[in-house]
């Protein structure tokens, strides 16, 4: 995996003005790490022969979204195999850096694109819901952290801290992600915003027709491009039972039952729908962006500039990495 480069200034005169974006809409291949990778090159590669220039997956792509698990959540009783299942699960996950990532590395520089891809990332024996970030050079840009996990999801992945909220000032735009629900939460989009985020991934696992408010608010809030993917998933995607089980759904269940809808779709600082929603299966969902949208949809609306009052409204983010061991040397 390259290192991270030193941070050049963008110049203007030589950016693009216009950038093709693709959102992958597809299944991980679960507790199969190497052949989800594999899959994931696939799909970059057919989205670059289309001219893609940005390739965002959807969230924890790489090591499973679990859905409708609940690892034998009872309060105050352990349970075996739920504790051997999320063995398996935390052996699905990646460390940040690893051969996992120099693959992802790899891939975004044969194909020449920006990648964006969720990750179930392990650190010692905790794990947390990702998103790293990578240039058409192979060079790994940084990491976003999920910091607050839905719900179930708490079961499973550690809290991320405000450290990893990075926004990237690239060529083809200022690129950064907020994961699924975390994208309802208005301080967290107010800090993006005053970042200069101006491409808005939103990776995600919400398949509800409900959510395509959320992303398209986002977008006219934040005078932003909002690319939201999530897996299509079936149930013959995920291992059979006794192996894994969907808890209540199972017995509704047959191979073919669609267990994610998806809904992946890209939206214009406007808020026009420039490709999908796609609720139909797996499949790339492609847009060309318009970078000088972004400065027609802030002449309206600049939440963080001349539309804010921090005479009244202001808000502090602590971007300190909160460690629950420090060590010190009296040396």
Request: with cysteine.
């Given at each position: ?6 941070p ?19 299944a ?17 590669a ?79 024996y ?6 790293v ?12 952290r ?10 499973v ?35 993006m ?25 986002i ?113």
């Open positions: 995996m390259a290192s991270v480069p030193t050049t200034v963008k110049d203007e005169a030589a950016a693009p003005t216009t950038i093709r974006a693709t959102v992958v809409q597809a991980t291949v679960f507790y199969d790490t190497p052949a989800t990778l594999d899959k994931a090159e696939r799909l970059v057919e989205a670059a022969s289309n001219g893609a220039q940005l390739v965002v997956f959807p969230e924890a792509f790489i090591g499973g979204y679990p859905r409708g698990s609940n690892f034998g959540a009872t309060i105050g009783h352990f349970n075996a195999t739920a504790a051997e299942q999320f063995r398996k699960y935390y052996d699905s996950a990646i460390n940040i850096p690893g051969p996992e990532m120099d693959r992802l590395a790899s891939i975004a520089e044969n194909y020449k694109v920006y990648l964006v891809m969720g990750v179930i990332e392990r650190e010692g905790t794990l947390y819901c990702s998103v970030f990578f240039d058409p050079q192979g060079c790994y840009l940084g990491k976003r999920k910091f607050m996990p839905s719900t179930a999801e708490r079961i992945w550690g809290f991320g801290d405000g450290s990893t909220t990075p926004v990237f000032d690239t060529p083809i735009g200022k690129l950064g992600a907020v994961i699924c629900w975390e994208n309802k939460m208005p301080l967290l989009r107010t800090a915003y005053a970042k200069g985020i101006e491409i808005y991934c939103a990776p995600n696992a919400d398949d509800r027709e409900v959510w395509q408010p959320t992303v398209r608010h977008a006219i809030e934040g005078g932003v491009f909002v690319l939201s993917a999530c897996q299509f998933c079936l149930r013959r995607d995920f291992p059979a039972p006794p192996e894994y089980s969907l808890a209540e759904w199972e017995n509704e269940l047959q191979p073919d039952s669609v267990v994610s809808a998806g809904g992946s779709v890209i939206v214009a600082p406007s808020g026009e729908v420039l490709a999908g929603p796609n609720f139909e299966g797996e499949g790339l969902i492609t847009a060309d962006l318009d970078l000088k949208d972004v400065a027609r949809a802030k002449f309206s609306f600049d939440a963080v500039g001349h539309y804010s009052r921090p005479d009244i409204l202001n808000l502090i983010v602590n971007e300190r990495a909160m460690k629950p061991v420090s060590f010190t040397s009296h040396k």
